[in-house]
């Protein structure tokens, strides 16, 4: 199991087109489905005011089918479940819906952690941050692509960067405009995707549900819980990571009852040691308890209900 540093949480808004379709409703989804990579409509801010009822199967085509078997496979949830995680995920970490715009996402975000990279937020490594997960995504990638001896010095010749390892930290030696528009070229490459999931279910989702399971819970919303607090707080650790945090959160084996004092216990912490900046980290919990209290635990049919918890403003 790969642990890694937390990467610190700041607004990182980037501008992007929006969708403006005069059509009815039912119009609108089918030219969406049809037109729009990612299914844009569905993955709309609800800020925006934009549709957000969406069938299951335009959940299912954000994800390939290889992915969609993977996660599938490896953590009991399907498509329609993922993609309201990686909803409640992305708006605290991007303020967006459309989590799907991110995986060329590329950004040196000052925190010395060298650069932040794609959905999960991956990162090349710095002061703050000596065991960065950026590397095991380019050796991943390298190895979707093809190679019998996949490496990170592979992967980057590949995609045309010039970088080097200085131990555990990937060193980038282009300047940010070159390397982040290597990164932002990837964003439509399929092996690309495929070794973004592979790297964040090792590093992240792997845990989090061994961590569910161990305990008896199975539902889409705890794993949720535990990727997002993963992700943003480290894996392993301190006491601020979920692993720590789930050392405070009890032994009940009722799910709700476990949950409401995990989410109390991360509460206390989330918007410290720039895991987020206040007060975005208590609304990014609230997602998951207001759901919770909700009864919204399986994650399906939940649209309106996703809509509706990430409706608060990011500071």
């Known amino acids: 199991m790969q642990t890694k540093q937390p990467v610190s949480v700041r607004k990182r808004v980037k501008s992007g087109m929006k969708a403006a379709l005069s059509v009815g409703l039912a119009s609108a989804l089918l030219l969406t489905s049809v037109l729009l990579p990612g299914n844009a409509l569905a993955n709309s801010n609800p800020a925006e005011g934009e549709a957000y009822a969406a069938p299951a199967s335009s959940h299912d085509s954000n994800f390939s089918p290889a992915t969609l078997q993977f996660l599938k496979s490896k953590t009991g949830l399907d498509g329609e479940q993922w993609d309201n995680i990686m909803k409640l995920v992305n708006k605290a970490e991007q303020d967006s819906l459309k989590w ?17 990279i794609g959905i999960f937020g991956a990162t090349t490594g710095g002061a703050n941050d000596t065991g960065p997960d950026g590397p095991a995504l380019f050796k991943e990638y390298d190895a ?20 080097t390892m ?18 932002k070229g990837l964003e439509n490459d399929p092996a690309w995707r495929e070794a973004m999931w592979h790297t964040f279910y090792n590093v992240y989702i792997k845990y989090s549900v061994e961590q569910a399971r161990q305990r008896g819970f199975n539902s889409a919303l705890t794993i949720g819980s535990f990727v997002d607090t993963a992700l943003n707080q480290g894996a392993e650790g301190d006491s601020g990571s979920l692993g720590g945090i789930l050392a ?3 032994n009940s084996t009722n799910e709700k009852t476990f949950m409401t004092n995990f989410y109390a216990k ?33 994650l399906k049919d939940a649209d309106a209900a996703v809509k509706k918890v990430t409706g608060w403003t990011m500071k």
């Open 166 to 183: 200085k131990g555990s930290i990937l060193k980038i030696n282009d300047s940010e405009k070159v390397f982040c528009g290597k990164i």
């Open 100 to 116: 799907t715009e991110y995986y060329g996402y590329c950004e040196d975000i000052e925190d010395d952690r060298g650069y932040t």
């Open 266 to 298: 991360r509460t206390l912490v989330v918007d410290t040691n720039e895991y987020n900046q206040p007060p975005n980290g208590k609304n990014r919990v609230k997602q998951w308890s207001s759901l919770l209290n909700m009864g919204e635990t399986d």
């Open 248 to 250: 405070k959160s009890g």
């Open 144 to 163: 979707v692509k093809g190679a019998a001896n996949p490496s990170v010095q592979g992967a980057l010749a590949r995609i045309g960067v010039n970088g």
